[in-house]
């Protein structure tokens, strides 16, 4: 079959109101320019990632090698490891659908980067780590997936409602499904409330379908009856199409009506798991099946290109019979003996177990290759010269800048959360977005002389900056009263710092139009002034903390 005819198979896909995105994430694809040529060919707007396709990744080549080592030389965890690998992959695919997403004002050319598994019981440690994903990946075409666990509910709220768009991941059940639907839109009320924008705030639902058949179908046959097996390959796509009813029933509802008129935008479902587990089925049939307009189907790169060679052309929009026969599934399926809720209860926790070995899988590759000698780490050219030129000594300069640039905003931001509805809380978020100011300032001297930002390097300073978390005065877990006066000594170190670069390049700019010497001048000036604020908040902590305390605790 001709390419022509293959790319027009998915162009009817799309135009039918199917946004096509692809569930498959690795370096090959970013490096050797494929992803963008599924952006172009085939039509893809998206793609998801979870655990179990790093861990592929991880496997296949070398593309890691150097990184991994680096960050073992450093002194990285395996966790801080993992996320630094996964969150520069996730943030190369975002600036690959960025004109994607440009050009449908934020509906597509998303990318999504799952919470660690393990996490899935504990509410809190899920929406710390979301936060982190989000800022760290710090695209506004990001997806954080977090399951749709009954404990991640709460999770999903707390995201939402911080302004950070969710891809809810797992959900088998209709129950489970309605209550994810309004996690999001408690959500978006909180954010509401608090003044967000909601038009800034996106959502998937992902709605697992080929699992679904491969359980229940397992169940019948144990059942063995001709009534049991005349069920088979009925149940994923019955669901699916409930799901979709819920869906619209939701948005008929009133309190969506209030939503949508602040803004809000649709929680659109998405059509997860969509590769054919069972081969006796046409291996394009969950993407045949439920081609619904205004939903998303992720599909892996086997099912993509199967649906581009043979998969069939779009019909008629699923009627209202085919909604009552769905119902009636179910119903039979009850009569014969199958239990759903238990087949969604177990494909839940069964889904959870495979995430969270495909992580442990990762972890353990990542450590081997940390561990590994490598006569390339330390040299940023591979180990390909014998040392930098002038050219190359600026790049490295700059990044190591950029790198502390970027623990030294972690910091602010770690800082700002702690003190917010505080008095010094104000301060310090605007020191936070100064300092986020900065960065994009620096990102763009670096862009002027052609120096790309070393992605690894930031990691580092990431992890440094987590790493050297200092938990003085015996506070290993709460935070100490000492914790003021030395945050605000380690952020005015990092200015400092920062003063320091900017005016080494200042000197250059004399002899180099690339750089501007009034704007350095600026951020000079403003350097001085975050340093003075520092200095006014650090004498105040020590004061409160300090000067009342002159006797030394036993």
């Known amino acids: 079959m001709s390419g022509s005819t293959a790319t027009d198979r998915l162009a009817a896909l799309s135009a039918a109101g199917v946004s096509v995105w692809l569930d498959d994430l690795s370096r090959e694809l970013l490096a050797g320019g494929e992803l963008e040529g599924l952006i172009n060919d085939k039509h893809v707007v998206g793609v998801t990632t979870n655990p179990t396709i790093f861990a592929s990744a991880l496997s296949k080549g070398d593309r890691y090698t150097v990184q991994l080592r680096r960050l073992g030389a450093a002194g990285a965890g395996v966790d801080d490891a993992v996320l630094a690998l996964t969150t520069d992959d996730v943030r190369d695919a975002c600036d690959v659908f960025a004109p994607v997403h440009e050009r449908t004002s934020g509906v597509d050319g998303r990318v999504s980067i799952e919470v660690d598994p393990r996490l899935a019981q504990d509410a809190s440690a899920t929406s710390e780590?979301?936060?982190?994903?989000?800022?760290?990946?710090?695209?506004?075409?990001?997806?954080?997936?977090?399951?749709?666990?009954?404990?991640?509910?709460?999770?999903?709220?707390?995201?939402?409602?911080?302004?950070?768009?969710?891809?809810?991941?797992?959900?088998?059940?209709?129950?489970?499904?309605?209550?994810?639907?309004?996690?999001?839109?408690?959500?978006?009320?909180?954010?509401?409330?608090?003044?967000?924008?909601?038009?800034?705030?996106?959502?998937?639902?992902?709605?697992?379908?080929?699992?679904?058949?491969?359980?229940?179908?397992?169940?019948?046959?144990?059942?063995?009856?001709?009534?049991?097996?005349?069920?088979?390959?009925?149940?994923?796509?019955?669901?699916?199409?409930?799901?979709?009813?819920?869906?619209?029933?939701?948005?008929?509802?009133?309190?969506?009506?209030?939503?949508?008129?602040?803004?809000?935008?649709?929680?659109?479902?998405?059509?997860?798991?969509?590769?054919?587990?069972?081969?006796?089925?046409?291996?394009?049939?969950?993407?045949?099946?439920?081609?619904?307009?205004?939903?998303?189907?992720?599909?892996?790169?086997?099912?993509?290109?199967?649906?581009?060679?043979?998969?069939?052309?779009?019909?008629?929009?699923?009627?209202?019979?085919?909604?009552?026969?769905?119902?009636?599934?179910?119903?039979?399926?009850?009569?014969?003996?199958?239990?759903?809720?238990?087949?969604?209860?177990?494909?839940?926790?069964?889904?959870?177990?495979?995430?969270?070995?495909?992580?442990?899988?990762?972890g353990a590759s990542v450590e081997r290759a940390m561990a590994a000698k490598d006569d390339r780490v330390g040299n940023d050219d591979g180990g390909r010269s014998a040392g930098p030129d002038r050219a190359g000594l600026m790049a490295i300069y700059l990044n190591d800048h950029y790198s502390g640039a970027t623990g030294g905003l972690e910091l602010f931001r770690r800082a700002a959360r702690a003190s917010a509805g505080e008095e010094d809380g104000e301060v310090l978020s605007g020191l936070a977005r100064r300092a986020e100011e900065d960065r994009t300032s620096l990102a763009q001297i670096m862009a002027d002389l052609g120096v790309p930002v070393s992605h690894s390097k930031v990691a580092m300073g990431w992890l440094a900056e987590k790493a050297g978390r200092l938990k003085p005065n015996g506070h290993v877990i709460s935070r100490s009263p000492l914790s003021d006066i030395v945050e605000a000594e380690s952020m005015l170190v990092a200015v400092h710092g920062k003063a320091a670069g900017w005016r080494t390049l200042r000197a250059l700019a004399d002899t180099d139009d690339r750089l501007s010497a009034a704007a350095l001048d600026t951020l000079l000036e403003r350097a001085h002034q975050q340093a003075g604020l520092l200095e006014e908040l650090r004498s105040a902590a020590v004061m409160r903390v300090l000067h009342a305390r002159s006797s030394p605790t036993p």
Do not use: C
């Open 129 to 362: 780590q979301a936060r982190t994903l989000w800022e760290t990946v710090d695209r506004p075409n990001l997806f954080v997936k977090i399951p749709a666990t009954s404990t991640g509910l709460e999770a999903i709220t707390a995201a939402i409602a911080g302004g950070i768009s969710v891809n809810v991941t797992l959900i088998f059940s209709q129950d489970r499904y309605r209550e994810v639907m309004d996690a999001y839109q408690s959500g978006l009320e909180q954010a509401h409330a608090a003044g967000r924008s909601l038009a800034d705030i996106h959502s998937v639902a992902s709605f697992f379908v080929s699992r679904v058949d491969t359980e229940v179908d397992r169940r019948l046959d144990a059942l063995g009856t001709p009534e049991a097996r005349a069920l088979r390959g009925k149940s994923a796509i019955a669901n699916a199409r409930l799901a979709f009813q819920a869906y619209e029933q939701m948005l008929l509802a009133p309190r969506w009506q209030v939503l949508a008129a602040a803004g809000a935008r649709m929680q659109r479902p998405l059509w997860a798991s969509t590769g054919v587990k069972d081969p006796a089925y046409p291996d394009t049939r969950y993407v045949s099946e439920l081609v619904i307009a205004g939903t998303v189907n992720t599909m892996p790169g086997a099912t993509l290109a199967a649906y581009a060679d043979h998969g069939a052309l779009p019909g008629p929009p699923v009627a209202a019979d085919e909604f009552a026969a769905a119902a009636a599934h179910f119903e039979a399926l009850e009569q014969a003996g199958v239990d759903f809720r238990d087949v969604t209860d177990t494909l839940e926790r069964e889904g959870l177990g495979k995430f969270e070995r495909s992580w442990e899988e990762l």
